[in-house]
T-cell receptor, first 115, second 115 residues
């Protein structure tokens, strides 16, 4: 099993550009989440999905869109990048809700710099 | 303990010594807690968890202690090794109104092991 994979590893964008961060898992997990990690702050939830076709907002959803057409994939879209979106982004997956005692597995992260 | 501002608190320990990392959680309704390890440039990795009906849980070289009275969590690492050098952070589940418990993450403590 590859676990949770993310692409790209690094990305530089100009303000206003769009891009999609890819996330895939091969563990047949229903739950998938996107977090951002900023210096001096804990991980913050952007969006999450409880199964194919079902997504919901987390703590900091503004400026990001998601979709879940398959169990395996959960892409995160930035429609018009802003410098405030400079961060490290982590995708995670689990069988059930992470807060309900299901172990959550994280990907290696995507480092995004918006100029 | 948890960080203030942009800089993570750092704990430096000699190889072979025991390490104690602390975390103050915020939500008295939380009933599930997790410790994660994050090595430089990698995603967080689950270490150990504990439910609120316990005050201690042991794993391989790690012990988590929970004091619900003062909302405090600690991670003890026995015989600390160079490979333990990483950022460690705690997470609590709180209570989501939607019933799908999400996690709230602490900011982390950087552990540096001196060979």
């Amino acid at each position: 099993n590859a676990g949770v994979t993310q692409t790209p590893k690094f990305q530089v964008l100009k303000t206003g550009q769009s891009m999609t961060l890819q996330c895939a898992q091969d563990m047949n997990h229903e739950y998938m989440s996107w977090y951002r990690q900023d210096p001096g702050m804990g991980l913050r939830l952007i969006h999450y999905s409880v199964g194919a076709g079902i997504t919901d907002q987390g703590e900091v959803p503004n400026g990001y869109n998601v979709s879940r057409s398959t169990t395996e994939d959960f892409p995160l879209r930035l429609l018009s990048a802003a410098p405030s979106q400079t961060s490290v982004y982590f995708c995670a997956s689990s069988y059930g809700p992470a807060g309900n005692r299901e172990t959550q597995y994280f990907g290696p992260g995507t480092r995004l710099l918006v100029l | 303990g948890e960080s203030v501002g942009l800089h993570l608190p750092t704990l430096s320990v000699q190889e072979g010594d025991n390490s104690i990392i602390n975390c103050a959680y915020s939500n008295s309704a939380s009933d599930y807690f997790i410790w994660y390890k994050q090595e430089s440039g990698k995603g967080p990795q689950f270490i150990i968890d504990i439910r609120s009906n316990m005050d201690k849980r042991q794993g391989q070289r790690v012990t988590v202690l929970l004091n619900k009275t003062v909302k405090h969590l600690s991670l003890q690492i026995a015989a600390t090794q160079p490979g333990d050098s990483a950022v460690y952070f705690c997470a609590e589940n709180g209570r989501s109104g939607a019933g799908s418990y999400q996690l709230t993450f602490g900011k982390g403590t950087k552990l540096s092991v001196i060979p």
